[in-house]
């Protein structure tokens, strides 16, 4: 399988490093080579960026608002100098980081969790499972394939979520942004009902007074989501 990918960083030397990393990963076709993210805005192709490769610290426009630009099925990885922006990259559902200075071996793994990623995606779909049947996250150093049918609800805790199913005992625990995970999940089958909870509708047993019972779980209905989450439920 081979991945299209871009590079995008303001320092010469860091570009010219990268493309040279691009050049030695026989699965990377470099499609895209940018000094700033302005520039990659303005040259935006028609086909799919699979991977990109994107500083952070740039003039005008940062690596961080330049990627909420990006196709959400675009494979996110950052390089920077500076590490307190990790947590941040999650948030706009990177696939991993890059600190500056960083070896051609620490290139590679990073390109090969992109490369895993799409050939689990591809798998998924060639055994009949679309796109829309599940979603893939990051959790304990591997992607874990989850069905949308398994799901029971979603917990936000800061920087991270927390994922029930039916068939593990215990939550998977992933960092991603309550937002990002929104974002990915059809909205006809799953609904926020708390700025900390969202529900699979199908799962939902019965709503007591503020509460939705799940299985064991109680769920509370936030003020700001209550008359969406009514009028979803009685089909307005």
């Known amino acids: 399988m081979k991945l299209n990918c871009w590079i995008v960083d303001d320092e010469p030397l860091a570009l010219e490093l990268l493309n040279s990393y691009v050049q030695k990963t026989p699965f990377l076709t470099l499609t895209g080579k940018h000094s700033s993210a302005v520039q990659a805005m303005k040259n935006m192709p028609n086909e799919r960026i699979d991977v990109i490769f994107l500083d952070i610290q740039m003039p005008e426009v940062n690596g961080m608002e330049f990627a909420r630009f990006l196709d959400k099925n675009t494979r996110i990885i950052f390089t920077t100098a500076f590490s307190e922006y990790a947590l941040d990259g999650y948030k706009v559902n990177a696939l991993d980081y890059l600190l500056k200075p960083f070896s051609y071996s620490d290139f590679l793994n990073a390109s090969k969790k992109a490369l895993e990623w799409f050939e689990m995606k591809t798998a998924s779909e060639e055994k009949g499972d679309s796109e829309a049947s599940g979603i893939f996250v990051r959790a304990d150093y591997k992607l874990i394939h989850i069905l949308f049918d398994d799901i029971l609800l979603i917990e936000g805790l800061k920087d991270y979520i927390k994922i029930f199913t039916e068939k593990e ?68």
């Open 169 to 236: 005992a215990k939550p998977t625990l992933t960092l991603m942004s309550m937002k990002t995970m929104e974002d990915e999940l059809p909205s006809a089958r799953f609904i926020r009902v708390h700025r900390s909870f969202i529900v699979n509708r199908d799962k939902i047993a019965r709503i007591e007074k503020n509460r939705i019972i799940i299985g064991k779980q109680q769920i509370p209905i936030g003020e700001t989501y209550r008359k969406l989450f009514m009028e979803a439920i009685n089909g307005k």
